[in-house]
């Protein structure tokens, strides 16, 4: 599992993103024998992404509603 989005809610509601990856460790015999992983926080990059999209969806709307004015 290499650089997965995953969100975490908590309890009070909050979410939170993180980009995850994870190996398993394997022994001599190749049986996995422990995991090993790494989360970034990635809330202000899912907001930005949140942001651009909402400010895509008013230009496609301005520039529909505008007809041949443009």
Excluded: C
Aim: no cysteine.
């Amino acid at each position: 599992m290499l650089k997965i989005e995953t969100i975490n809610i908590k309890p009070d509601g909050s979410r939170h993103w993180f980009l995850t990856s994870k190996i398993p460790l394997r022994n001599a015999d190749n049986k996995i024998i422990g995991l090993s992983g790494i989360s970034y926080g990635i809330d202000e990059r899912k907001e930005a992404e949140e942001a651009m999209k909402q400010a895509e969806q008013k230009w496609k709307f301005a520039l529909e509603g505008s007809g041949d004015a443009v």
